[in-house]
Nanobody, 119 residues
């Protein structure tokens, strides 16, 4: 069981950058994966990126590949999503998520942070 709190969202112009942070607390366990999802108005929640506990493997949705970078610092229990070259289509509420120990199910979720990209 992990408690997650996102921060770093805001308003940015097309082409700008933002870095989202996800602070984890509570009873964390070795091996949990961390990921980012987003949900735009009128759309279903979609996968954005994920990273393994060691940071050795990352994955990205095709729509953000090459523009977003996921990372984590386990000593700080914090994950990050660096977003560059932002587009209006990136506008959404961004959620961080975590699995159980070496799990595959996204069982823990933050409350989300709004990212708005103006055109």
């Amino acid at each position: 069981q992990v408690q997650l709190v996102e921060s770093g969202g805001g308003l940015v112009q097309t082409g700008g950058s933002l870095r989202l942070s996800c602070a984890a607390s509570g009873r964390t366990f070795s091996g949990y994966k961390m990921g980012w999802f987003r949900q735009a108005p009128g759309k279903e929640r979609e996968f954005v990126s994920a990273i393994t506990w060691s940071g050795g493997m990352t994955s990205y949705a095709d729509s953000v590949k090459g523009r977003f970078t996921i990372s984590r610092v386990n000593a700080k229990n914090t994950g990050y999503l660096q977003m560059n070259s932002l587009k209006p289509e990136d506008t959404a509420v961004y959620y961080c998520a975590a699995t159980g120990s070496f799990g595959s199910v996204w069982s823990d979720w933050g409350q989300g942070t709004q990212v708005t990209v103006s055109s």
